[in-house]
């Protein structure tokens, strides 16, 4: 069976699915948008990443197209479609379509829904985590809310070509007192020089992970002290090892920073634990 997208209340052909030319999210980039990872056709970190899209349209004062449960018929539905069982599952959810002006629709329109699912090889991610990435570090350039998990993706975007144009896998961005934030669509780790696990504590201005809260508890019961302090980015080249979390990527070692090599320039032992910890629970915990 091909490939099937969910595009507000009815499923199509992947390539017959399509939003209005005035729909907001592609003119303004008015919407949000979530990411689950699928092990055996479940959804992993169900709730957390439920929760944090009803929180990004509350913030946004963007309609919920439906309530929670008959949304996540939809994504199971999808999922279903597409024969996923390893994968990934998006939603994008905009302010609706209207005639161009900037402020709200009024009278207001129903949002547009779009949900989508995908296989991913594992086996070839898996010898990736098992060989390591290499990360750059790029300036901060993005907006004082990157909280909501927004469609508006530019300066990520940019951010990842760049990383893509010098061989790495990830770009972590740097504010103005050098500290890194976060990764293009992952949140950065670094067991620094005194093997201590850290990572951006979420009053700075990032997106608060759900792959990174979830590693933050099982880190603890594992007994690995977590720190949520920002880092430089000469810390992280001086750290002992690297890692970034997203559900794109679970825990993916990193191997070097700007050309430096991270530790022995091998994915570290605390890094290799923590990707089979968040693995394991993830697969269990998937629904
Ligand atoms: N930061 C950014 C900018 C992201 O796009 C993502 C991926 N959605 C993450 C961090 C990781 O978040 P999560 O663990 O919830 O996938």
Same mark, same amino acid.
């Given at each position: ?7 507000? =209340? ?5 390539? &017959? ?7 907001? =999210? ?11 990872? #699928?092990? &055996? =056709?479940?959804? +992993? &970190? ?8 009803? !929180?990004? @349209? &509350? ?9 929670? $449960? ?9 999922? !279903? ?11 994008? %959810? ?30 070839? /991610? +898996? /010898?990736?985590?098992?060989?390591? #990435? ?9 907006? +004082? ?12 975007? @940019? /951010? ?7 061989? $790495? ?9 050098? @500290? ?9 780790? %670094? #067991?620094?020089?005194? =093997?201590? @696990? ?20 099982? $880190? ?8 949520? !302090?920002?880092?430089? #980015? ?50 269990? /915990?998937?629904?």
């Amino acid at each position: 069976m091909s490939r099937q997208a969910y595009v507000n =209340g009815h499923f199509y052909a992947h390539g &017959d699915a399509m939003v209005h030319v005035e729909d907001r =999210g592609f003119q303004f980039a008015d919407g949000v948008y979530e990411v689950w990872a #699928v092990f &055996d =056709g479940k959804l +992993a &970190d169900f709730k957390g990443h439920m929760d944090r899209l009803e !929180r990004s @349209l &509350d913030e946004l004062r963007i309609d919920r197209p439906m309530s929670r $449960a008959a949304l996540t018929n939809v994504l199971r539905e999808t999922v !279903r479609r597409n024969r996923v069982r390893d994968g990934l599952c998006y939603i994008q %959810i905009t302010r609706g379509q209207a005639r161009r002006d900037h402020p709200f629709p009024d009278p207001p329109v129903a949002p547009s829904l779009i949900v989508t699912s995908r296989s991913v090889d594992q086996a070839s /991610a +898996a /010898a990736k985590a098992l060989k390591g #990435v290499a990360v750059v570090t790029v300036p901060e350039t993005r907006w +004082a809310r990157c909280d909501i998990k927004s469609v508006a993706l530019l300066p990520n975007i @940019l /951010a990842k070509q760049a990383a893509k144009e010098k061989g $790495a896998a990830e770009a972590w961005f740097v504010d103005d007192l050098g @500290l890194v934030t976060e990764g293009s669509s992952t949140n950065a780790w %670094i #067991v620094d020089s005194e =093997g201590v @696990l850290r990572t951006r504590d979420t009053n700075a201005n990032i997106l608060r992970g759900i792959t990174r809260h979830n590693l933050i508890d099982l $880190a603890h019961e594992a007994g690995i002290e977590v720190s949520q !302090r920002p880092f430089s #980015v000469e810390e992280a080249k001086q750290a002992k090892e690297a890692f970034f979390t997203a559900a794109s990527a679970f825990v993916m070692p990193v191997i070097s920073v700007d050309g430096t090599k991270i530790g022995d320039g091998k994915p570290g032992p605390i890094t290799s634990k923590l990707r089979t910890i968040y693995l394991e629970n993830a697969r269990s /915990a998937a629904v």
